[in-house]
C-alpha cells in the first residue's frame, strides 16, 4: 500500500498562523523510517525522480532566464479567481494567483498572503490580518476592503461556496488589514479553505472597473505571472509580473506558455522533439511511457485524486437501492489489477475515502477485496441471482473510459450488464452529473488535508445543496450525517478524527455509498530533465508556486 507523511495542524480554539514571505515545500519524497512512500513504490524501474534542493545546490546555481513551455490536455475556459475548479485549471491560473495561507513541508497552514489567522470557537469566528505589503499586478494594494469583497464574491458566486464556505454566517472589516469570518458553527477547515480557491485573491479595482464578464477571460493577481496573450483552444502565454510583491522570491523564468494539446501521441512527441518542456494532466500510461523515455515526474505530495463509483440511484424499486447489491458491485470489481495492469502501477488502491499514512485513514474500515463469488452470494441474497442491467455516468476522459471498461467487464462476470454512458466534459459539469436518476456515476475529483470539508460536500446532507457527487441522490443517513458535521464542527485534532472515522465506516462499510476505484496524486507534471521543480509543482498547496521551478 502507497503511503505518505502529512502532520495534521490542530484545530485549536484559538491559534496563530504566521506569515512565511519566501518559499516553502520541498520535493524531498522520504517518508517516515522503515517505511516506504508511495513514490518509491509506485514507481518503474525506469523511473527517475524529481531533485531534491539540496541536490539541487550540489548541481550548481539556478539559470535565470528563458521559457517554460508546458502543454496539458485540456483548455481552462474561465479565468476568474472564484470559479476555479479543475486541475487544469489549478495549475494554469497558479501562475496568476497566490493563497492568503500556505501549507508547510509537514502539512502545517502557514500565513502567506496573510500574515496571521486567529480562530475563535467560542465566539465563532476567525481572525484573518494581512501583510500591508501585497500589491496586484494592476498595481493595486490588497487591504481589508479587498480582502471582505473577495470573501463575499466567493460566497455568493463560486459554485464551491457550500464545500468551503458553508458555515459563514457573514464577514466583518475590523482593521485596515483585518477582516473577521463569522460562522454559524464552528468549522475546523477554515485554515486549510484557505489554501483553496477562497484563498485567492483577485483585484477588485480590476473587477470594478471591467465588470465580472470580462473577469472570466482576464486574470488579475497577486502571483509572479500576469497573462500576456490568449488563443482559445490553442495556447496562453504568460510574461513576468513587473510588480510582483514578493521580493523574497526569486522568479527564475521570463515566461510561461501553456499550450493545449489533447492527444497524447502529439504530447509525446512535442516532449520528445522539446517543444515543450514539460506536460500536465497526463494519463498513467502516457506518465509511464515518458518515465521509460528519461522524463522527470513531479508530484503534489499533498493532495490526492480519487476515481469513485457512486451509486447514485435510490429510486424505489432499483436494485441499487438495496445495499447489498451496492455490496456485491464493489466485491466485484478487481481494483489491484485495474492500478497494476491499466495504470502500470502508478495509481494505488485504498479500502476507503482516504489514503494510508494519512491522519485520516481509519484501519477499522473493512473494505471490499476482490471476491466475485461474495458479490454472486450478496446478488442472490438480494434477489438478483441472474442479475440485472444498469448503466454507469460519466465525463468524458481517458482514464475514466478505461476503468469504465473494465468496471464492464467485472461485473459482467457476477451477471450485471452495464450500460455505459460518457458525456462531453462542459455537459457533464454543468449539468450531467446533477441529473442522475438511475445508475451510478464514476467521478473524480481531489481531497487534501481537507478531507473533512470534502466529506461534507458530497456525503452530509449539505450535498443535496452543493456540488458534490451525491448531490442527486437521497442516501444521507441521519447518523452519517451528524458523525461529519461533528467532524467538522470539532475543537481539536483527536475530535475531529474521532468522527471522521466513524463517518470512513459508514460511507464504506455501513451504506456502501460508493467504491473507490483507485487513487492517484492530484497534480502531476512530467518534465524534461533540463528543469528543476524545486517546490513548483512537488509541493503540499493547492496551488503549483512558479517561483519555484528554473532551467539548469
Not at 432 to 453: K, P, R, T
Amino acid at each position: 500500500m502507497k503511503k505518505f507523511t502529512a502532520v495534521l495542524l490542530a484545530a485549536a480554539m484559538a491559534f496563530s498562523l504566521t506569515a512565511c514571505g519566501g518559499n516553502s515545500g520541498s520535493t524531498t519524497t522520504a517518508g517516515p523510517e522503515g517505511q516506504t512512500t508511495k513514490e518509491e513504490q509506485a514507481k518503474p524501474e525506469t523511473d527517475t525522480t524529481v531533485q531534491t534542493e539540496a541536490q539541487t545546490e550540489a548541481a550548481g546555481q539556478p539559470k535565470e532566464g528563458g521559457t517554460l513551455k508546458m502543454g496539458m490536455s485540456v483548455e481552462c475556459m474561465t479565468a476568474a479567481a472564484w470559479r476555479i475548479r479543475s486541475n487544469q485549471e489549478t495549475v494554469t491560473w497558479g501562475l496568476v494567483y497566490e493563497p492568503l495561507i500556505k501549507l508547510d513541508d509537514a502539512g502545517n497552514p502557514v500565513g502567506y498572503l496573510a500574515k496571521s489567522l486567529e480562530g475563535d470557537k467560542e465566539n465563532l469566528t476567525y481572525t484573518v490580518t494581512l501583510r500591508d505589503d501585497v500589491y496586484f499586478s494592476d498595481g493595486s494594494h490588497l487591504d481589508a476592503d479587498v480582502l471582505l469583497w473577495n470573501f463575499e464574491n466567493f460566497k455568493e458566486k463560486s459554485q464551491t461556496s457550500s464545500t468551503h464556505f458553508g458555515s459563514v454566517d457573514s464577514f466583518e472589516k475590523t482593521g485596515d488589514y483585518t477582516v473577521v469570518i463569522h460562522l454559524n458553527e464552528w468549522n475546523s477547515q477554515i485554515p486549510y479553505s484557505l489554501n483553496s480557491v477562497p484563498g485567492l485573491m483577485y483585484s477588485k479595482k480590476a473587477f470594478d472597473e471591467n465588470g465580472e464578464e470580462w473577469c472570466m477571460q482576464n486574470p488579475v493577481g497577486t502571483g509572479p505571472y500576469v497573462l500576456d496573450k490568449w488563443v482559445n483552444d490553442d495556447s496562453k502565454t504568460f510574461k513576468k509580473n513587473e510588480n510582483y510583491w514578493n521580493k523574497d522570491a526569486t522568479v527564475y523564468l521570463d515566461s510561461v506558455e501553456t499550450k493545449v494539446i489533447a492527444d497524447e501521441m502529439s504530447a509525446q512527441a512535442a516532449l520528445l522533439n522539446g517543444d515543450i518542456n514539460a506536460y500536465f494532466g497526463g494519463s498513467t500510461s502516457f506518465q509511464n511511457t515518458m518515465m521509460k523515455a528519461g522524463f522527470e515526474r513531479a508530484a503534489n505530495k499533498m493532495n490526492y485524486r480519487i476515481y469513485f463509483l457512486i451509486f447514485a440511484s435510490d429510486v424505489e424499486g432499483s436494485p441499487l437501492a438495496d445495499v447489498k447489491v451496492r455490496q456485491a458491485i464493489s466485491y466485484a470489481i478487481d481494483s489491484q489489477s485495474i492500478a497494476e495492469n491499466v495504470d502500470f502501477g502508478i495509481t494505488f488502491v485504498s479500502k476507503e475515502y482516504a489514503v494510508e499514512g494519512t491522519p485520516f485513514y481509519n484501519d477499522a474500515v473493512k473494505g471490499y477485496g476482490y471476491d466475485a463469488v461474495k458479490a454472486k452470494e450478496l446478488l442472490k441474497e438480494a434477489g438478483y441471482e441472474n442479475g440485472f442491467t444498469t448503466t454507469v455516468y460519466a465525463g468524458v476522459d481517458q482514464a475514466l473510459t478505461s476503468y469504465l471498461v473494465a468496471i464492464q467487464g467485472y461485473l459482467k462476470e457476477v451477471g450485471i450488464t452495464l450500460n455505459i454512458e460518457e458525456q462531453e466534459t462542459a455537459i457533464w459539469t454543468s449539468k450531467g452529473i446533477y441529473d442522475i436518476d438511475e445508475g451510478m456515476i464514476l467521478a473524480g475529483h481531489g481531497f487534501g488535508a481537507n478531507l473533512v470539508n470534502q466529506q461534507v460536500s458530497n456525503f452530509s446532507k449539505r450535498a443535496r445543496e452543493g456540488v458534490g457527487m451525491l448531490k442527486e441522490c437521497k442516501l444521507h443517513p441521519d447518523d452519517l450525517d451528524n458523525a461529519i458535521m461533528s467532524a467538522l464542527q470539532a475543537s481539536d485534532t483527536a475530535e475531529m478524527l474521532k468522527y471522521e472515522f466513524q463517518a470512513q465506516e459508514m460511507i464504506i462499510d455501513d451504506y456502501c455509498l460508493g467504491y473507490p476505484v483507485v487513487m492517484s496524486e492530484a497534480y502531476v507534471t512530467m518534465m524534461n530533465k533540463d528543469l528543476v521543480d524545486a517546490h513548483c509543482f512537488a509541493n503540499n498547496d493547492n496551488f503549483p508556486d512558479f517561483t519555484g521551478i528554473y532551467f539548469k
